[in-house]
C-alpha cells in the first residue's frame, strides 16, 4: 500500500447488512478524504443512474466518511474526518455538500487499518456500527435510541471496553493485540433522530459536524453511531522528516496557539494538532468551538449571559446533537451596517440564523401565542435566556408544535409560513445562497462567490485574514507577496482587489476575470489540502507566512510523492470538477446559480476584521471595511461568464465539459454526463 494510507475502505449496506472492502488505491488519485469520497459517491451513487439524486434521506444516498493521508501520523491539524453527500440543509435542493469534524476519530479509524466507511442504505431498526481494527459488526442500537450524544458514547464505551485507559490494565482485541485507548465515536443525539435538517455529528463531549446536516441522514438511516477503536500503525516515507517539519512549523510561527479565553479553564486541542482552539470549561471537559461555546450570547443585551449559564447551552447542544451553525441564534457581534432595514435599528449580526429570524418575526406581530404562525412551546419572553435554548432544541427534538416546521430548517419554516420571499427580499433572512446561515459574505467577495458555486457556507479562512491592512502599512508590498503564494496566478495582484462600484468593479474588481482566479484558488487549495489532506482550515493555509512550505514538506515526508505545491492544486481543481459534475447530475446550472435577493441591495455586507479588503483606487491601495458593500445582478451574471471559463466549464449551464474531464482524467464521468445530456458543450 502507499504510504500515508491504510489500504482499503470500509463498505457497509445497512440494508442488506453486507460489510464488504474498497481498495483505496482506486481512489488514490483524489488524494484523501473529500476527493476519495466523491468519487465514492459518483461512482456508487450516481454513475448507476437509478434514482434522480433528489430526496437525500433516500436509501440510495451514499455516506462516505473519509480521512486523508495525513492523519494519524502525527501531522498537527490533518486529522479530521470529512464527511459528503446529498445535504439536508440546503434549501431548495437538497444539493451535494461536505462537511467534516476535527477530535480523535479520524486517527483512530487509521489505527485501526482504514482510509474511510462508506455507508448504504437504511437499516430496519436502530443500529451502530462497531469497529475493532478489522472487525466490523453491525450492532443493535435500540437500547441507544432516544439517548442523547454523550450517553450514547458512554454505553458504547462500556460494551466496547472503553474502561481501559485506567491503572496498569490493558484491554485484549480479538486479533490478539493490546491497548489502552479507548473506542472513538461518532453519533447522533435526538435531533439527528427526528431527521432534523439542523441535525449534527457529534464526536467527544463537543467536537461537532456542524456543516451539511448529515447528522439527518445518520437519523434517516437509523444509524445511531459508528464506532472505532484501533492498535495499528501507518507506514509514512520518512518519519524523521515528519519530525523535522513539526519543528520547522514551530519554528517558523507555524504553531500559533489560541490563549485560553477569561471563561476557560484552558484550552485543548484536537488529535494531533498545536493550535490550542477548543474551550475546555464543562465538567466533561467539553470541546467547544467559538459557535457553540457561546450560543447563547446576544450581543445586544445589557446583561450577558453567566460564564455556567454559557457551558450549559454549549452543553445541551452537543448533547441534543444540534449544529451549532444552522441553529445560530446572533453569535458574538452586531455592526452598523448602512441600508440595513429599519427593524434591525441599522444594526445586523454578523452571523445570523434561525434563532435571529424567530425573535424577528416575534418583533412584527407574526409569530407568538395565538398569532398567525404559532409559537408553542416556545417561550418567547424568554428568547435570550437558557430556557430558551433548552425548549427550542426539545421542540425540535420531539417535533412538537412549533417544532416541527423547525426541524425542517429556518428555510422550509419560512416557506411553509409564507414569509419566504418577503424576507429573503428585505433581509430578515439574511441567507446568502442554498439555505445556508450568513458568513462573512461581504465584504469578502470570494467567500460569498464560494458559498454560490458551493452548497452554502465554505467555511474557509484562507484569505479573510490574508488580505487585512499590513501591519507597515505598505499594502501592496504585502499584496504582491501574497500573490507569490497564489500559484498559478502569481502575477495578478488584481484577483486580490474588492473593487465594487463603477466601472473597476467589472475592469479589475469583484466582477472581473481577476476575482474568478482568486475564488478558483481558494476552492483548488480547499479542495485538496483542508478537505482531502484534512488539514483545519483555522490552521491552514497560512498565507502570511508558512503557506506553501509546510503543506509541502508535510506531505512528502508522508507520502514520498515528488509533486509540487502547483500539483497538488491541480489534484485540487480535478476534485473541484469532480464535484461540479455531481452537482449538474443533480440539477446545478447556471440558472440555479445565485444569491438571496437581500444580496443584491443596501445593507447585504456585515462586519471585517483585520483592516477590511483591498481596494484599487485612482491608481492607489487602501484598506476599506466596506460596510456598505451589496451586489450587482449584471455583475454577478458576469463574474460567473470569466469563472466558467477559468475552470473549463461551458458559458451557457456552467457544465463541465468533454475536454475538461479528459484532461483530468475522467472520461467515465464525461460518457454518463453525455448519456443524461448533462455535458457542457466544448
Known sequence: MSNGYAGKIARINLTTKQISRLDTAKYEEYGGGYGMGAAIFWELAVAPGKWDLKDCFDPRNVLPLMVGPLAGVGVPGAGRTNVCGLSPETFPTNEFGRGNFGGRFGTMLKQAGWDGVVIEGRADEPVWINIINDQIKIESAVSLWGRDTWETQ?????????????????????????????????????????????????????????????????????????????????????????????????????????????????????????????????????????????????????????????????????????????????????????????????????????????????????????????????????????????????????????????????????????TLERDLENGALRFPAWGATGHWTLPTAEWAFNYMLGTGDPSWHGFVSAVGAPRDGNLEKALTELSKKTIPYTDDIMMFNYSWKGEDAWKIGIYSPHKAKQVAWSRHYASFWNESMAFCEMFLPSLGSITPEVEMNYYTAVTGKKDSFADTLRIGQKIWTLVRAIRVMHGRSRKTEDFAPFMYRPGASGMTFWGGVPIYENGKWRSDLAPDMYLDRKGVDDFKTHYYALEGWDNENGWPTRKTLEGFGMKHVADTMAAKGKLGKD
Open 154 to 418: 458512554d454505553m458504547i464505551r462500556n460494551m466496547v471496553g472503553g474502561r481501559t485507559r485506567f491503572g496498569e490494565e490493558w484491554k485484549q482485541l480479538e486479533d490478539q493485540s493490546y491497548t489502552t485507548g479507548i473506542p472513538q465515536i461518532v453519533c447522533i443525539g435526538p435531533v439527528g433522530e427526528a431527521k432534523s435538517r439542523m441535525a449534527a455529528l457529534i464526536t467527544g463531549s463537543g467536537v461537532s459536524c456542524r456543516v451539511g446536516g448529515h447528522g439527518a441522514v445518520f437519523g434517516a438511516k437509523n444509524l445511531k453511531a459508528i464506532s472505532v477503536l484501533g492498535s495499528g500503525n501507518i507506514h509514512v516515507a520518512d518519519p524523521k522528516a515528519v519530525t523535522e517539519a513539526r519543528i520547522w512549523q514551530m519554528t517558523n510561527g507555524g504553531r500559533t496557539p489560541i490563549a485560553a479565553a477569561p471563561t476557560s479553564a484552558g484550552p485543548g486541542s484536537c488529535n494531533p494538532c498545536l493550535r490550542s482552539c477548543r474551550r475546555r470549561n464543562t465538567y466533561r471537559a467539553g470541546e467547544t468551538m467559538c459557535v457553540d461555546q457561546f450560543w447563547l450570547n446576544n450581543p445586544e443585551e445589557t446583561v450577558q449571559a453567566t460564564d455556567t449559564e454559557r457551558d450549559l447551552a454549549s452543553e445541551a447542544l452537543m448533547k441534543y446533537g444540534a449544529s451549532g451553525w444552522s441553529a445560530h441564534f446572533l453569535g458574538l457581534f452586531v455592526s452598523d451596517i448602512p441600508g440595513a432595514p429599519d427593524f434591525f435599528n441599522g444594526k445586523v449580526p454578523v452571523e445570523t440564523g434561525i434563532g435571529w429570524y424567530l425573535r424577528y418575526l416575534y418583533r412584527i406581530g407574526d409569530l407568538g401565542p395565538g398569532k398567525r404562525i404559532e409559537s408553542a412551546p416556545l417561550p418567547m419572553e424568554q428568547w435570550g435566556s437558557l430556557n430558551f435554548r433548552i425548549a427550542f432544541l426539545d421542540a425540535i427534538s420531539k417535533r412538537v408544535g412549533i417544532g416541527d416546521v423547525l426541524a425542517e430548517g429556518c428555510m422550509h419554516a419560512a416557506e411553509k409560513w409564507g
